[in-house]
């Protein structure tokens, strides 16, 4: 199948959290929701497709000293050169992998003249990627699923992982998408873990849980993803608060994994905290049920084999996988060289990624009988578009549980206009319901139904409503009031 780009366009809608996620050394409290749309024709037909995200601060970028508002504006610009890249690649027909090939490696290279990370390079790439691979999917009246399985998109996975050559991946994907996803609860650095942490003043009014306490014992969850900041006796003693609670509600029944979020520039340090945890008796549990450590070292040492012993080592009992240093369709093999066992997925870094690392992980599994790790995380994604697309790739993956956070940090999906709230209601209403105040995904025993996120198209069946957005040019970072 061959595809044309006829054009694209960035909305931006701003949004503010309900409470403040802290994370690595960044804290996210507003920002910009990007929506991208884009024009394709096959076949003489034509057909819009959409993808959004949200554009946080300190998460692609963690250079000392950037402002938020200079990552805004690297972040837009990369967004710009990746439509540009993409409209001039498919300004004739051609298949889409094989365009998608050529601007993996030109946005790159292009990134690599602005002196821009890798994992930015990459989120330009993927928020175009989604938005064809969803317009796709409309055009030919099919789910992400579906599609994938009929193999529309050619998807040949040998070019990035050789030993995959001769598969494709339907031989590694489950037949059938998941319908309902345990939600792996974020729990922030700055984050209440009961309810007598919260000052008085700082309590929220809105009818839905805001301690970690109050989550486990409302809505049932049971999978953690714990967030540590590298300052050894406070991370211990928060851990062994959380190792409380989850005995007192669920004994020994929950299941963990914690996220360094590139807080150790020194592999000392890491290794300190884990030696910590493995000898104090009140993490015994909390330690027995951590499934996976993601991303403890910064990027700039994360990969380099004479900082990664520990890791080798660790890796033995407790996969460790990377999230931050998946800069490039190159980096999982590079990590998995060098001692890392597992990989995130996330749709900020592209679905083609996932979908191939993946593979990799089942043939590595069938002929060298290793165990590798996928898990899903989140980049605090909201709905409609960014986290029902992100939900749709997980299913899809077969994955039982998904870190989300979007709807713990955001007033639900408030920052849209009312009536794309009534249609996300109407639309996908075993995933999203009303309470007293908002439209906001529905929590019940630590999962999320997703079932009507099999739709045509990436997840989403309401388009969004670019009247109520601003482009680029228009949008100015004052409006955030930050």
Known sequence: MQIRLLSSRLGLLNSTTRLPFRYGKACLTRCPQATLEVLIEHDGRSCRGFSGDCLPPGWFDKTPGKSFQQQLEEMCATIAASQDCFSQIFARPRPFFEGWLVAQR????????????????????????RAVIDATARLHQLSFAQLIH??????????????LSSHRPTDWLPAQPRSEMYVRHTVGLSDPLTDDDIPIEDRLDDHFPQSLEGYVSELGVRYLKLKISNQLEHDLQRLETVATI???????????????????SDPAEFDALIERLQRNPRLAVLWKNTIVIEQPFSREIALDPS????????????PVIIDESDEDV????????????????????????????????????????????????????????????????????????????GHHYHPGISYLPETQQRLALKSHGDFYFQDE??????????????????????????????????????????????
């Not at 009929?150 to 030993?163: N, R, S, T, V, W």
């Not at 007192?248 to 996220?259: A, E, F, K, M, N």
């Not at 105040?437 to 069946?461: A, N, S, Y």
């Open 106 to 129: 030109e946005i790159h290279e292009w990134a690599d003249t602005q002196h821009l990370p890798g994992l930015l390079a990459g989120f330009g790439v993927s928020l175009v990627e």
């Open 150 to 163: 009929a193999d529309l998109l050619q998807l040949d996975a040998g070019k990035i992982h050789p030993e």
């Open 246 to 264: 989850m005995k007192r509600h669920r004994g020994d029944d929950y299941v963990v994994t914690l996220d360094g979020n590139e807080q150790f």
């Open 307 to 318: 900082k990664t012993e520990g890791i080798r080592k660790l890796s033995h009992a407790k």
């Open 330 to 405: 190159g980096s999982y093999r590079r990590a998995l060289d060098v001692g890392y066992r597992g990989i995130s997925s996330k749709n900020c870094k592209g679905p083609i990624r996932s979908l191939f690392n993946a593979g990799l992980n089942w043939k590595r599994h069938q002929t060298e009988s290793q165990t590798l790790v996928m898990t899903g995380e989140d980049l605090c994604s909201v709905g409609i578009i960014p986290v029902q697309s992100d939900l749709c790739l997980t299913a899809t993956l077969g994955l039982s549980h998904v870190e989300r956070n």
């Open 437 to 482: 105040q908002f439209v906001r995904p529905r929590l019940m025993d630590g999962k999320f139904q997703i079932g009507t996120l099999q739709c045509i198209g990436f997840g989403f069946q309401p388009e969004p409503d670019f009247d109520a957005m601003q482009s680029a040019q228009e949008w100015d970072f004052a409006s955030l009031g930050l």
